[in-house]
Every structure is written in C-alpha cells, then in structure tokens.
Nanobody, 126 residues
Framework: QVQLVESGGGLVQAGGSLRVSCAAS????????MGWFRQASGKEREFVAG????????TYADSVKGRFTISRDNAKNTVYLRMNSLKPEDTAVYYC???????????????????WGQGTQVTVSS
C-alpha cells in the first residue's frame, strides 16, 4: 500500500512560479512510476507530467511542456512538480499518483495509476 500526500499549493500571480511536492509512504516508491494530474473546476482530470523510476525519463503534457518540471528524490520518497510561467488556465487541483511497483512505463491514463493523493489547490490569478 502506498499513501501520497501533496503539499505546496497556493495562490500565485500569472507569470509566477510554484513548486508542489508529494510525499509517499511505502517501500515501493523507488520502483513506482509517478505522475501529476490536475482537474480544473468543471473539467475532466488531465495528465500533467510523469517520471520513471530513476528520474531520467519524463513525459509532459503539451500544455505544460517547457514550463513545468517533474523530478523525484527516492531517498526522500518525494516527487516534485516545479511550475514556472504560470497561467490562469493552470488553475486546478493537482493530484499526485503512483503506478504499482514494478511497472516501468510512464503512462498518461489516470486509470493506470493505483494510488492517489488528496490533491492540492493551485490558483493562478490574472
């Protein structure tokens, strides 16, 4: 079992930066593909970024490519999402998710992730 707890959300002006973190419990973190998703009010959840076991492989949604950076620290069981050049359309609840240990592919479908955090609100004002 893996438990995920996000932190670091908040209110930021357009053009600003924010880093959200996700602390994971459980012994399989270092062999778990991790992902960030977001859900804006009235919209479906969407994939934002994913990262492989070692952190050397990453995937981004086109909407955030070049602005967001996903990273992980396996010694701290933590995954991060650094968000730069934020836009009002980035406003959403951001969720951390983990695939089951042993799966090595970074996937964009939410149903492929077995564990989810409670989410953290990111609001970008114009």
């Amino acid at each position: 079992q893996v438990q995920l707890v996000e932190s670091g959300g908040g209110l930021v002006q357009a053009g600003g930066s924010l880093r959200v973190s996700c602390a994971a419990s459980g012994r399989t973190f270092s062999s778990s593909v991790m992902g960030w998703f977001r859900q804006a009010s009235g919209k479906e959840r969407e994939f934002v970024a994913g990262i492989g076991w070692s952190g050397s492989s990453t995937t981004y949604a086109d909407s955030v490519k070049g602005r967001f950076t996903i990273s992980r620290d396996n010694a701290k069981n933590t995954v991060y999402l650094r968000m730069n050049s934020l836009k009002p359309e980035d406003t959403a609840v951001y969720y951390c998710a983990a695939r089951r240990g042993g799966y090595s592919s970074i996937v964009t479908l939410g149903r492929e992730y077995a564990y989810w955090g409670q989410g953290t609100q990111v609001t970008v004002s114009s």
